[in-house]
């Protein structure tokens, strides 16, 4: 049971520089999450996309885009990664109904130097 | 806007004895309420969810949580405390409108002394 897939586990990146963090899913959810978690303040949502063609701004968007690529993969893109983008990284996904739990992957932990 | 507060952030206990975590939330209507675990180096696992019916909940791993409108709370709650159980527990609302967005609390890590 794969479940949500999170590539890659970790990555240390230079300011400035960019990359995509890549997230699938193979439940056949509709709705894709991708959240930020930093000590002491919770997991903060960044982006989703609520059903295949759509996204959507989180909470705390800024310096961050993603792409819903198909109904199993949503990925998160750093243009141009800042110090304060160091943190850990998670995709959620769901069928999309509001009593349905969000089902997390393992994380991307991302350091930017 | 939809909030969550969980006021302690470290909790410690001794193996074999009871735990109770608080969560409060703020939310207008009847809310979906969640807890999730994170084991270290791990994702949020769901332990149980409240979106209706009889107040207390059973989860995984002998947890359960009383949902109580009045006071605006949803604790959760495990009558004896295993080793196994030291991790980062989250409380989380379903937030109103498009999306089934969560808004989470901070979090309480839980420390279990032998």
């Known amino acids: 049971n794969a479940g949500v897939t999170q590539t890659p586990k970790f990555q240390v990146l230079k300011t400035g520089q960019s990359m995509t963090l890549q997230c699938a899913q193979d439940m056949n959810h509709n709705s894709m999450y991708w959240y930020r978690q930093d000590p002491g303040m919770g997991l903060r949502l960044i982006y989703y996309?609520?059903?295949?063609?759509?996204?959507d701004k989180g909470e705390v968007p800024n310096g961050y885009n993603v792409s819903r690529l198909n109904k199993r993969e949503f990925s998160l893109r750093l243009e141009s990664a800042a110090p304060s983008q160091t943190s850990v990284y998670f995709c959620?996904?769901?069928?999309?109904?509001?009593?349905?739990?969000?089902?997390f992957g393992d994380g991307t932990r991302l350091s930017i130097l | 806007a939809q909030s969550v507060t969980q006021p302690d952030i470290h909790i410690t206990v001794s193996e074999g004895a009871s735990l109770e975590l608080r969560c409060n939330y703020s939310?207008?209507?009847?809310?979906?309420l969640f807890w999730y675990v994170q084991s270290p180096g791990q994702g949020l696992q769901l332990l149980l969810k409240?979106?209706?019916?009889?107040?207390l909940v059973q989860g995984i791993k002998g947890f359960e949580a009383e949902f109580k409108r009045s006071q605006s709370s949803f604790n959760l709650r495990k009558p004896s405390v295993h080793w196994s159980d030291a991790a980062e527990y989250f409380c989380?609302?379903?937030?109103?409108?498009?999306?089934?967005?969560?808004?989470f609390g901070a979090g309480t890590i839980l420390r279990v002394k032998s």
């Open positions: 409240y979106f209706s019916g009889d107040t």
């Open positions: 959620a996904s769901t069928f999309g109904a509001q009593d349905q739990p969000q089902h």
């Open positions: 989380a609302v379903g937030a109103a409108g498009y999306g089934n967005k969560l808004v």
């Open positions: 939310y207008g209507a009847t809310p979906y």
């Open positions: 996309s609520a059903s295949e063609g759509t996204t």
